[in-house]
C-alpha cells in the first residue's frame, strides 16, 4: 500500500509525519530540522528557496522573501488589506480582486507560494522515506471558510500532490492525544498558531472522536503579537532618539526578527534584551538599539489579544451545550501557546488542567499522518466525526440569506432546496452561496456563485429546480442541480470569489513540475561538478607529493585525465564532466594510489 503522508502547512513554520510501523514519526528536512519555516524567496538569481535557507537570507532580501502566506490563502484583497500593509513583500488585487504576490515583478498566487512549501515538505518524506510519494493528508484551521479550503487543496495539486483529505488542525491534535488511548475524555483543543486561532470541543472514546463544535478567529495569531512588539519598539525608539524607523524596510524585517525572539525568549524568562547594531545611520554615525522588556510590559501590549479568544471559547461551549466543568482536559496546540499568560487564560476559561504531553510544533502534523495511516489501512479501530465552522446559505429576494447547513452541522452533509424563477420566460437563475452567521447577504462572505441554466419557458414561479448542497469530508462544498419538471441533471462548478480557474491552475501545475524538474537537474550538475572537483584535487595532489616515485606512463595519464576534466567543467557538458570523473576516478584506483 502506497504511503500517505500527513502535513501540517502552517503559518510561521510547517511539519511532516508519517505512519511507520503503525506508530506517528516527524521526518526530519534536508537541514535536520523537524519542522521547516513556511518561507519562501525568490533570489536574485532565479533561483527559489524554501524553509531555514529563505528565512536566513530573509534580512537582506525583504522585498522577495514571503512569510505568513496562509494569511493571504483563499481571500479577496479586501478581506486582508490591513495584513498586506504590514507585511514587507508586496501584496496586492489581481484583476479579479484576488490577493496575489509581487515577487521579482511577476504575479504569484498565495496557493502557489504555499505549493513551493508543500513541495519541500513531500521531498522531505520522499528522502527520508527513499520513495516517491504522492498522497497527502493535509491540515487548515478549523475556522477556515470554504474557499480558504479549496485554495488548500490547490495548494496541494499545484505541488504535484493528490489531497485525500483536508483535516481541521484541532481535530489532528486530539486524534495525536487520543490515539490509543482507553478512557472516555470530553477535551477542549485550544489552537493559537502564528496567524490563526481555534478552539474545538472533542468527545473521545473507544477510537471514536467527534468533534462537538468548533469556533476561532482566522485573523488572530503570534504574528499580532509580534507586531505589538515591533510597534512598541518603533515608538521607543523615536522617543528616545527621535528617529522613525518605519520608513526603513530592512530595519523593519530587523525588528520583525527581533520582537519574535523576544517574545518568545519571555515565555521562560521575565525580562529580555533586545538589541539591534547599526539598525540605522543618523547624521552623526550609525545608530544602535538596545532595549530591555519585561513579561509584564508585554503582557500588557498584548493583553486584548489574549483575550480576543475568549469569546470563541464561550461560543464553542455554548454551541455545544456545555459547560467549563463539563471539559476533562485542555489540550494547548501552536507555539503562541507558549506564552503563560495565555495558559493563565486559558485555565481561567475552562479551569482544568492543561495537557503538557503534547509537542504544539508537532502534534497536527502527527495527527495529520494517523488521518493518512487510516486513510491507506495502517490504522484502524478510529471514526473521526467532524464539523463544519460557518452556516452555508443562499441569497434570496431582498438581499437577504437563507440558511441551508447550520454551523457545527456534522460533516459529511447533504441539504437539498427547490428554486424556482421571478420572470415569467426566464431560462437562467444566478445562485450566489454564502457563508456566514449574518441574516443580510451582504454582511456575510461570498464564496461563490453560479448559474441554473437551460430552464424551460415557463411562467414565473413555475420551474421547480432541486440545488443539492453536498459537504465533503474536507468541510468542502459541492453543489448539483436536477430540473424537476424534465428530470435532468446539471453539473455545476462554483465560481469561487478568490480562488482560481481550472486553466491557472493546470498552468501553475506544469510550471511547478517544470520547476521541480529543474531544480532536480540543477542539484545533479552542481553535484557532477563537485565531485569532478574533488576527483580532479585528489589527482593533483598526488602528482605533487610523488612526483619521482610515478611511472612516467602513469603520471601521463593522470595529467590527461584531470585536464579532460578541466575542459569538461569549463564547456559545462553534464555528460562529459561525469565521463571525464569517472574515467579519472577508476585510473587512481586502478594503481591504488
Ligand atoms: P505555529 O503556527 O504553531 O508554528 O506557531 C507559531 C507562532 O508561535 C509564532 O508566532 C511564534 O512566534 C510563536 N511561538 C513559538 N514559540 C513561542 C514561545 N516560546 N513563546 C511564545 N510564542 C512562541
Same mark, same amino acid.
Given at each position: ?7 501540517? $502547512? &502552517? ?51 525583504? =522585498? ?8 493571504? !490563502? ?23 480582486? #484576488? ?21 519541500? !515538505? ?69 489552537? $493559537? ?8 470541543? $472533542? ?19 503570534? %504574528?499580532?503579537?509580534?507586531? =505589538? ?20 524596510? !530592512? ?96 485555565? #481561567? ?6 495537557? =503538557?504531553?503534547?509537542?504544539? %510544533? ?21 471514526? $473521526?466525526? %467532524? ?40 431560462? =437562467? ?84 513540475? #517544470?520547476?521541480?524538474?529543474?531544480? #532536480? ?71 591504488? &594510489?
Amino acid at each position: 500500500m502506497e504511503r500517505v503522508i500527513g502535513i501540517d $502547512l &502552517g503559518t510561521t513554520n510547517s511539519c511532516v509525519a508519517v505512519i511507520e510501523n503503525g506508530e506517528p514519526v516527524v521526518l526530519r528536512n534536508s537541514e535536520g530540522g523537524r519542522t521547516t519555516p513556511s518561507v519562501v524567496a525568490f533570489g536574485s538569481d532565479g533561483d527559489r528557496y524554501v524553509g531555514e535557507v529563505a528565512k536566513r537570507q530573509a534580512l537582506t532580501n525583504p =522585498r522577495n522573501t514571503v512569510t505568513s502566506i496562509k494569511r493571504f !490563502m483563499g481571500r479577496k484583497y479586501d478581506e486582508v488589506r490591513r495584513e498586506a500593509e504590514l507585511v514587507p513583500f508586496a501584496v496586492r488585487a489581481d484583476l479579479l480582486g #484576488r490577493a496575489i504576490v509581487e515577487l521579482d515583478g511577476r504575479e504569484v498566487a498565495p496557493q502557489e507560494i504555499s505549493a513551493m512549501i508543500l513541495q519541500k !515538505m513531500k521531498q522531505t518524506a520522499e528522502d527520508a522515506l527513499g520513495c516517491d510519494v504522492a498522497r497527502a493528508v493535509i491540515t487548515v484551521p478549523a475556522y477556515f471558510n470554504d474557499a480558504q479550503r479549496q485554495a488548500t487543496k490547490d495548494a496541494g495539486r499545484i505541488a504535484g500532490l493528490q489531497v485525500l483529505r483536508i483535516l481541521n488542525e484541532p481535530t489532528a491534535a486530539a486524534l495525536a492525544y487520543g490515539l490509543g488511548r482507553r478512557r472516555d475524555a470530553r477535551i477542549a483543543v485550544y489552537d $493559537l498558531g502564528g496567524g490563526t486561532f481555534d478552539v474545538s470541543l $472533542l468527545q473521545i472514546g473507544e477510537g471514536v472522536f467527534e468533534v462537538l463544535a468548533t469556533s476561532g478567529d482566522s485573523h488572530l495569531g503570534g %504574528d499580532d503579537f509580534d507586531e =505589538r512588539v515591533i510597534q512598541w519598539l518603533i515608538g521607543e525608539f523615536h522617543r528616545l532618539q527621535g528617529i522613525d524607523l518605519r520608513e526603513d524596510r !530592512m530595519a523593519v524585517q530587523r525588528l520583525k526578527e527581533a520582537a519574535e525572539k523576544a517574545k518568545c525568549d519571555l515565555s521562560f524568562s521575565q525580562s529580555a534584551l533586545i538589541t539591534i547594531p547599526f539598525i540605522t545611520v543618523a547624521r552623526d554615525g550609525p545608530v544602535h538599539l538596545n532595549m530591555s522588556l519585561s513579561q509584564a510590559r508585554l503582557e500588557q501590549l498584548v493583553d486584548d489579544l489574549i483575550e480576543r479568544t475568549r469569546l470563541p471559547c464561550e461560543e464553542a461551549l455554548a454551541a455545544a451545550g456545555l459547560a467549563p466543568k463539563d471539559i476533562d482536559e485542555v489540550i494547548l496546540v501552536g507555539g503562541q501557546t507558549r506564552m503563560p499568560a495565555v495558559q493563565r487564560l486559558v485555565n #481561567r476559561i475552562f479551569g482544568v488542567p492543561i495537557h =503538557r504531553g503534547v509537542n504544539p %510544533d508537532e502534534v497536527v502534523a502527527i495527527g495529520a499522518a494517523i488521518q493518512g495511516g487510516v486513510l491507506a489501512g495502517e490504522v484502524d479501530r478510529l471514526v $473521526l466525526v %467532524d464539523v463544519i465552522p460557518h452556516s452555508l446559505g443562499v441569497e434570496t429576494e431582498g438581499g437577504l440569506c437563507t440558511c441551508l447547513i447550520e454551523r457545527n452541522t456534522t460533516i459529511p452533509a447533504q441539504k437539498s432546496e427547490i428554486f424556482t424563477t421571478a420572470r415569467d420566460g426566464q431560462d =437562467r437563475v444566478e445562485i450566489r452561496v454564502l457563508q456566514g452567521e449574518r441574516p443580510l447577504a451582504s454582511d456575510n462572505k461570498l464564496i461563490g456563485h453560479f448559474q441554473l441554466t437551460g430552464i424551460r419557458p415557463a411562467p414565473r414561479g413555475v420551474p421547480q429546480v432541486e440545488v443539492t448542497f453536498d459537504l465533503d469530508a474536507n468541510g468542502i462544498l459541492n453543489v448539483s442541480a436536477k430540473d424537476l419538471s424534465t428530470g435532468k441533471e446539471q453539473a455545476i462548478r462554483i465560481e469561487y470569489a478568490s480562488g482560481l480557474s481550472e486553466e491557472e491552475l493546470t498552468r501553475m501545475e506544469d510550471e511547478a513540475d #517544470r520547476f521541480a524538474r529543474e531544480a #532536480r537537474t540543477r542539484k545533479a550538475r552542481l553535484e557532477a561538478r563537485n565531485e569532478a572537483e574533488r576527483v580532479a584535487f585528489d589527482a593533483r595532489k598526488v602528482l605533487g607529493a610523488s612526483e619521482n616515485s610515478l611511472s612516467p606512463a602513469y603520471r601521463e595519464s593522470l595529467l590527461r585525465g584531470v585536464g579532460r576534466i578541466e575542459a569538461a567543467l569549463a564547456s559545462g557538458d553534464l555528460l562529459e564532466i561525469r565521463e571525464a570523473t569517472e574515467e579519472l576516478r577508476s585510473l587512481r584506483e586502478q594503481i591504488g &594510489g
